[in-house]
């Protein structure tokens, strides 16, 4: 599941490094998402990548408080040990055929690392993505994207209409 180079530069936001490797992950039905510390959050970012692999994948994925470190077949989310200079919103994601690990300070940043993961999986693994047309907040700006609501104005509308259809893309 390491992008390819081709995969890399479309990654959004573009990871700041990438050092590919050989293998992949392989979801199976034992396969399981696992958070840890126990917190409301990571639960609920363990339960969003759970209900946007399980269907795609044929089987039910769960999610459960993790042991210290990640075992075979895991996905492991985590903000315990993760590099504080990565920032709020910075993360490792490490794919090995073992496992997938997930560190980050912040669990803002264990949500962009799903994210990031979900753009590295195979067409039609993701479905049902929704891309709100009312309110959208764009953030990111460290990472080279408009910053901002937009709400209003023809100018607006045309990011907006853009950024739909490059994030519709990425999620296909």
């Known amino acids: 599941?390491?992008?390819?180079?081709?995969?890399?530069?479309?990654?959004?936001?573009?990871?700041?490094?990438?050092?590919?490797?050989?293998?992949q992950f392989v979801l199976n039905a034992q396969t399981s998402i696992h958070v840890q510390p126990d917190t409301a959050e990571l639960k609920?970012?363990?339960?969003f990548l759970a209900e946007k692999?399980?269907?795609?994948?044929?089987?039910?994925?769960?999610?459960?408080?993790?042991?210290?470190?990640?075992?075979?077949?895991?996905i492991f989310l985590t903000t315990l040990g993760a590099d504080a200079a990565l920032g709020a919103e910075g993360y490792e994601l490490i794919v090995t055929p073992g496992s997938i690990t997930i560190?980050?300070?912040?669990?803002a940043?264990?949500?962009?690392?799903v994210q990031t993961l979900r753009q590295l999986l195979p067409p039609g693994m993701v479905f049902n993505s929704?891309?709100?047309?009312?309110?959208?907040?764009?953030?990111?700006?460290?990472?080279?994207?408009?910053?901002?609501?937009?709400?209003?104005?023809?100018?607006?509308?045309?990011?907006?209409?853009?950024l739909r259809a490059e994030v519709?893309?990425?999620?296909?």
């Open 1 to 23: 599941m390491m992008p390819s180079p081709s995969t890399q530069s479309t990654l959004i936001p573009l990871p700041l490094s990438v050092q590919p490797a050989n293998g």
């Open 44 to 47: 609920k970012i363990g339960q």
């Open 53 to 74: 692999l399980s269907p795609a994948a044929g089987f039910t994925l769960v999610v459960n408080t993790a042991p210290v470190s990640p075992r075979s077949g895991q």
């Open 103 to 107: 560190k980050a300070p912040q669990p």
């Open 109 to 113: 940043g264990v949500f962009y690392a």
């Open 130 to 162: 929704q891309i709100p047309r009312q309110g959208l907040f764009v953030r990111a700006s460290a990472r080279g994207l408009p910053v901002g609501v937009l709400n209003g104005g023809a100018a607006a509308q045309a990011v907006f209409d853009n």
């Open 168 to 172: 519709t893309a990425k999620l296909a």
